[in-house]
Structure formats: structure tokens, C-alpha cells
């Protein structure tokens, strides 16, 4: 990075975190630490769970996938816009109306001290090791960038966002996020436009979106039935939905967050905003992969794009056939580039393309071949999988990126991070204090106590979020991981809440025990079949609607009704 | 669409007096809304439906 690059990083590091903090200055007591005494506008907390949900991973992951596999992603929202419809009917009038601090606060009301309670411990499980993912990704950008270790980054990163997050609690955390998430559509624009631009003359966007077309980069629905594959419209539908369900309708981070605004109007318009304008946005993200795909069509790409990766095989007893590997990947790329010009020369004269289309498909997949192969190599040699889909954009921003832009890149990689990070480490600590410190360990605890405490939590779960984001690099493609660690919790944890909302007869023996059978039917689900992890979602909340059901049914038989 | 309409009765709750059944941007009612949305999710998938028909430039 250059010094230009350098002081566009710094000028954003200092400007967001110093209007965060004046924003907080507001804040009274624990409400205005966990809920900014709910007096924040819609379009801020819209912003804000947009900001929360797009974190670094999606950045970084995100357009490393489609650069490998394409558009096909995409599908795993297409059950958001529903989702929210129906948070915003069913689950926003109790969690606002009942003036919680926490979704788990509601439980409580509905089926007793231990649901609440192990609900709410899922959620710190669950979400403490997705923060550390959350920290490690752009750790990743950093060591690629300055040759630094991941270590060292990973704890510049938790320091910076745990002293805000700490000091100005959930309303610097929102107002961040407002800049964070502007600054990610800025950085969204600008990429796209620079992939654009860095073509060779002559190449235009119908070129770019035709040579996509040649490997189907842009096929974004599936419609086949099959369980067992994450990327079709119905995993996406069906499953999405649950995802999305659970994870806006009953994940802390994100209840927390339109339990700030000023009204239940604008808690709703927030989660509105959002089913317009999340789809679109994953869409541009996305599409950047794509475009990288095609610009790589001129450019020679490296056959495995984590540098560290790279230099542990060459010093490696392996490192004479990775060599040769790379020759032969620069062949077939140097192929695929001479048949790529061939074709749009082709089609600017309006000649026939099938022989171009043909040659350019089989060098492809001879490319694919030569990159699994070369990370078989890698994996081999550092004795884990090879985690090369989330260098891929960063690596184009290093050696692409004018002076300057490249700054300012890094800093919305690091804006989409620490916008997800801190919402994480607020909702962590709001769970964790209002949830098990308030509700077993200190219940007569003062104002200032609890505050102390609140602050305390914070830095607790960024310590703990540290030590996740250490073993994050094992677990391949980020944006899969964290999903996969929320699938094993989230689809239960979204039953007792239904339970909890359509039926009336469901008391707490109900609940407990629909908990448990989800939890297990979904692991059972998980380790013994091969069923996509987006279905895990439906698998556990429909487990414990119908054990739950069932169970309370027959617990009060013979007594008085309880719940409703 | 009512508050009633939408579940909020459930709660059993205070009504927020912001919440009562006024227009909600070019929206008279949250049901008019919540349609909006819906019409918007099938049509992205249309778009996208599209673009993976028209834009798929395999080899034959």
C-alpha cells in the first residue's frame, strides 16, 4: 500500500470510530447502552442489519465463490424478502411490545427460567464462534497485504472494534454501521467499475457478460429437487427462508437491533428496507466474482491465490511438481486467452462462435483441474484444506487496485468486518448480562453494575471471538463456515419461538423437550446424510414445533391450559 | 391491513400510537406493503430465471 492508501485507512478508522463514540454521548444507563434508549430512526437500523448480516465474509468469500462457481449463491436469499414479511407480522409486535432487551427475555414469559436460559446459551455458543469468524476474515486481507502473520492481525482488528463497541455501546455500534454499510455500496460500485474499466480496449460489458455466459457463470436458479445440493431454488425458497427466519427473527444481533428504534413502525420499516434491497445487493457482490472470472480471462491469474499457501509448498519437498503444475496452468491460461480474443473478434464480426465457445470451455476445465490439483498439493503439504476462495478478490485488489482505491477497498473490507463484529459483541454481552448475569448471579444488581458488567462482557466475548478466530482458518470457505456452525442451532432455536407465537397450548415441557429432539434430529441430519445444511434449518424448527406440540399436549392433559 | 390484522393483537400489549393503521410511505396499509414485497421477491426470481436462460452461452 502506498502512503495515499495508507491515510485514506487511517482517515476512516479514525472518522468512524470518533462518530461513533459522539453519537453514544446520548446514551443513559443500560438502555441507552443495549437498546439507545430507543429513540433511533428506521433508515439507521436498516442500515444497520444490512450492515450486520454483509460482513467482511461475505466481501471475501462471497466473490471468491462465484469467481469459482458462479451466480448459483444467490438462491440461498431468495427466502428473505418472506422471511421478513413474516417477522414483521409475527415476531416484531412481541419482541417490541414487550419491552425486552433480549428475543430470550420472551421466552421466559412463555415457557419458563429454562428454555430462556438454554436458548439463550445456544446463542452465545453459536454466535461467539461465528464472531471469531467474523475476525478472521479480514485478518486474511491484512497478512496478504503487509506479509504480516494472521495473529497479529487478527488482534489489531478485535482491539479496535472491542474499544468502540465497548465504550459507545449498541448506538455506536448503529451509527458505525450507517457509515460502514454507505461505504460498503460505495465499495461495491467502485469495484465493479475498476473490473470494468482494467478490460482490454475493445473488450465492452456485453463481452464481459457473453464470455461469463460460456462457463454459465450467470445461472442463478436451479430448479431441480435435490436435497443434497445447498444452490437451488428450493433449498433457497424453503431453507433460505427458515435461514432467514431464524437468524433475523430470533438471532440477538439482529432483534437488538429493531428493538433501537424509536416505534414498532419503524422496527418493521427497517426489516422492510431490507427484503428490497438484500437480494440486489448480494447480486452486485456476487456479480464482482464474476466479472473477476472474466477479467482473469486476460490476465494470468495465480493457480492457488494465497500467497502463504504458495511459499509453504515451494519450500516443500513438493514444490518441483506445484512448479510444473504452474507451467502447465500458464499454458492452458495463455490457450484460453488466445481463444477468448479469437471469440470476441469472432463475435464483433458476427461469425460463428460454437468452435471459439468449445476451446474456451475445454481450457476452463482444464484450468479448474490444474487449480483442484495445485490445492490438493497445498493441502497436502500444510496438512489442512486450502482456504484459496477467499484471497481471490484480495488478491486482485493488491495487484490491480490504483493508489489510493486500494485504501480505500481495504477499509470497506474492514468497514463490512467490523460492522458485523460489533453488533455480535453487543448482542454477546446483552445476552450474557440481561439473560445470565441479571437474571441468576445478580438480580438486585444497581444500574452502575450492570453497566460495569455490560462493558465487562464486551471484552470477554472480543477475547473469546480471538481465540475462534485462531482455528478460523481451518474450516474453508468462510462464508459456508459460519452459516454451517449457525445451521446446527439456528432451525431449533426458530421452533421454540413459533412454538412460542402459533401455539397456544405449548408450555414449557413442550418446549424443553421440542429443543433437545430438534438439536439431536438436526445433528442426526448433519453426520449421517448428505442433506444440504440449508435444510437444516427446516429439519430442526419443524422437529420441535411438532415434539413441542406433542409434548405439551400431552403434559396438560388432565391440568388447566397453560401459555396462550 | 389492520394492526389486528397483521398478529400484532397477539401480544396482548400497549398499542404504539404510531402504529395505528396510518399510510406507510405510497403504502395505505401494512397488507399493501407486505404485497409490494412479495410481488418484489417473485420478480427478482423472474429476473434471475432470466438471466440464467438468456445469458447461458455454453457450448452447444
Known sequence: M?????????????????????QSRKNVGTAGYFLANKRLPWLAIGLSVMATQASAITFIGTTGQAFDDGM????????????????????????YRGGFYTAYEYLETRFGPATRSLTAFLFLLSRGMGAGIILYAPAIVLSVILGWDEVVTIAIMAVITILYTTVGGITAVIWTDVVQMLMMFG????????????LPSGVGFGDV???????EMWTSIDLSWDPTNTYTIWSGLIGGLFLALAYFGTDQSQVQRYLTAESLKSSRLSLIFNAFLKVPMQFAILSIGVLLFVFYHFETPPVVFNAAEVRLVRESPRAEEFRRLEMEFGLAHAEREQATMALLDARHADGDLTIYQRRIASQDARLRELRVGAKDIVSDVRGSASNDVNYVFPTYLIEFFPPGLVGLMIA???????SSLDSELTALSSATVVDFYRRWWRKDATEEQTLRMSRVATLM??????????????????IEAVNQIGSLFYGSLLGVFLLAFLVDRANEAGAFTGLVVGMTAVGLVAFFTDVSWLWYNVVGAVTVVAVGTAVSVMASRGRPLAGG | MSERDDGADRTGGAQEPDDSGEPIGPFRTWRALYTAVLIWAAI?????YAFTVTLDHSAP
Not at chain 1, 466475548?461 to 468462510?478: D, I, K
Open chain 1, 209 to 215: 457478460v457473453y464470455i461469463g455466459g460460456i462457463q
Open chain 2, 44 to 48: 427478482l426470481i423472474g429476473l434471475l
Open chain 1, 72 to 95: 448459483e449463491f444467490i438462491q440461498t436469499y431468495l427466502g428473505l424478502p418472506i422471511a421478513m414479511v413474516i417477522i414483521c407480522i409475527l415476531f416484531v409486535p412481541f419482541f
Open chain 1, 461 to 478: 466475548w472480543g477475547v473469546f471471538a480471538f481465540g475462534v478466530a485462531l482455528y478460523a482458518g481451518q474450516l474453508g470457505s468462510l
Open chain 1, 187 to 198: 465499495g461495491i460500485a467502485v469495484a465493479l467499475t475498476a473490473l470494468l474499466v482494467g
Open chain 1, 412 to 418: 470497506v473490507i474492514f468497514a463490512a468486518a467490523m
Open chain 1, 2 to 22: 502506498t502512503i495515499l492508501d495508507w491515510g485514506v485507512f487511517l482517515v476512516y478508522f479514525l472518522g468512524v470510530v470518533g462518530f461513533a463514540l459522539w
